[in-house]
């Protein structure tokens, strides 16, 4: 069964459990994955997806850190049971041991030495994380390797 199948039956299952945050996270991101279809004209695949929900995720993320400082952490919560909604879909994500390991391969592999260097070692890491590690978390895992502390 492909992720948007496994959505629309999710949703199903959420209207019949009256599962409210599930159900409000689920037609989020289909409507999400609706808009990326219109605009690409055609259908989304599971990679874009995992895009799509990688997005919906960060966007969450940043209004979490917004609703802490505005010190309403009703709506903080709620954010973040909607994060683990959609992470629920997402590949498992990478530990940062595992992220560590691969960016060490990378830079070993480019001889790769100095903090100037970081931007063409995401270039090479990215596309064997995507979608399983946040991308703020490897860009400071190369920082931390490349200059040496």
């Known amino acids: 069964m492909d992720l948007k199948a496994k959505l629309n039956q999710d949703l199903k299952e959420a209207l ?15 409507a999400a994955i609706k808009n990326f279809e ?15 929900m990688s997005k919906e995720i960060k966007k969450r993320q940043e209004a979490i850190e917004m609703y802490e400082k505005g010190g309403r952490q009703d709506l903080a919560q709620a954010e ?15 530990s940062e041991e595992e992220i560590r390991e691969i960016a060490r391969k990378v830079i070993s592999e480019m001889n790769l030495k100095s903090p100037k ?33």
């Not at 219109?38 to 799509?52: L, N, R, S, W």
């Not at 970081?118 to 399983?132: D, E, L, N, S």
Request: charged share 30%; hydrophobic share 40%; glycine share 6%.
């Open 16 to 30: 019949k459990a009256k599962d409210e945050v599930k159900l409000r996270t689920v037609r989020m991101l289909l």
């Open 38 to 52: 219109v605009e690409k004209m055609g259908p989304a695949t599971d990679e874009e997806i995992f895009q799509i």
């Open 80 to 94: 973040k049971q909607e994060i683990e909604v959609i992470q629920s879909y997402m590949p498992k994500q990478l």
């Open 117 to 149: 260097d970081v931007g063409t070692a995401m270039k090479a890491i990215m596309p064997q994380v995507k979608g399983r590690a946040d991308g703020k978390l490897v860009n400071k895992i190369v920082s931390e390797l490349l200059s040496g502390s």
